[in-house]
């Protein structure tokens, strides 16, 4: 079987991705872990996190190949990178609210704690 260089490791030219194939897994991973983040799905979540690691690497390895058009696509899916991050963000800080809540120990501004705990008189005296 044919192999491939990369680097200093050999590889099979039936296991080598092309630059289009890992932007398109990345694609889809992204659109994985937006659909795990809004659904608070921990594991989808993992997951995620683990293929775009992989990913990366992959595509760290080939970087000096990219094409303008390669580069357009890896743009546009750092603008889905960042709205990830901003919903994993959301989802952590959801996630810990609530833990909080449920246990006591919440870490909201203490306002929220005191408006919602104060008791209500009302003069009806006039």
Known sequence: MPSVTTG???QEASTHATTDQLLSELANTLREERDALV???AEGIERSAADKARLSD???QCRAGFTPVHTA??????????HNLILLVHARDHVHNTLGILTGRSN???????HSTESVRLDLRG
């Not at 696509?73 to 960042?82: D, F, H, I, V």
């Not at 909201?108 to 005191?114: F, G, R, S, V």
């Open 108 to 114: 909201l501004p203490a306002q929220i704690h005191k």
């Open 58 to 60: 992959a595509l760290g």
């Open 39 to 41: 659904h608070l799905d």
């Open 73 to 82: 696509r890896l743009s546009a899916l750092q603008t889905e990178l960042r």
């Open 8 to 10: 200093h490791v050999m």
